[in-house]
C-alpha cells in the first residue's frame, strides 16, 4: 500500500507561480514511477508529468512542457510540481498518483493522493 498526500495548492495569477508536494509512504514506492494529473470540471482527468524514482527521467504533457517541472527529493519521500507561467487553463484539481511504469492513461496508476486545487486569476 502506498500513501500520497499532497498540498500546495491555492489562488494564484496569471502568470505566477506554485509548488505542489505530493508526499510518498507506505510499502515499496520507490519502486513505483510518480505522477502528477490534473482535472477540471467538466473535463476528463488528463496527465501532467511523471518521474521514475530510480532515475532522472521525467515525462510531461505537450501543454506544460517548459513550464511544470516535476522532481523529487528521495530524503524527505517527496515528489514536487514546480508549476511557472500559469495560465487559466492550468486550473484545476492536481492529484498526485504512483504506479508500476510511466503511462499517460490514468488506469495505470495504481495510488492517488485526495488532490489539491489549483485556481488562477487572470
Known amino acids: 500500500q502506498v500513501q500520497l498526500v499532497e498540498s500546495g495548492g491555492g489562488l494564484v495569477q496569471a502568470g505566477g507561480s506554485l509548488r505542489l508536494s505530493c508526499a510518498a509512504s507506505?510499502?515499496?514506492?520507490?519502486?513505483?514511477?510518480m505522477g502528477w494529473f490534473r482535472q477540471a470540471p467538466g473535463k476528463e482527468r488528463e496527465f501532467v508529468a511523471a518521474?521514475?524514482?530510480?532515475?532522472?527521467?521525467?515525462y510531461y504533457a505537450d501543454s506544460v512542457k517548459g513550464r511544470f517541472t516535476i522532481s523529487r527529493d528521495n530524503a524527505k519521500n517527496t515528489v514536487y510540481l514546480q508549476m511557472n507561467s500559469l495560465k487559466p487553463e492550468d486550473a484545476a484539481v492536481h492529484s498526485c498518483?504512483?504506479?508500476?511504469?510511466?503511462?499517460?492513461?490514468?488506469?495505470?496508476?495504481?495510488?492517488w493522493g485526495q488532490g489539491t486545487q489549483l485556481a488562477v486569476s487572470s
Open positions: 507506505g510499502r515499496s514506492f520507490r519502486s513505483n514511477t
Open positions: 498518483t504512483a504506479g508500476p511504469i510511466v503511462s499517460e492513461i490514468s488506469r495505470a496508476y495504481a495510488y
Open positions: 518521474t521514475t524514482w530510480s532515475s532522472s527521467n521525467t
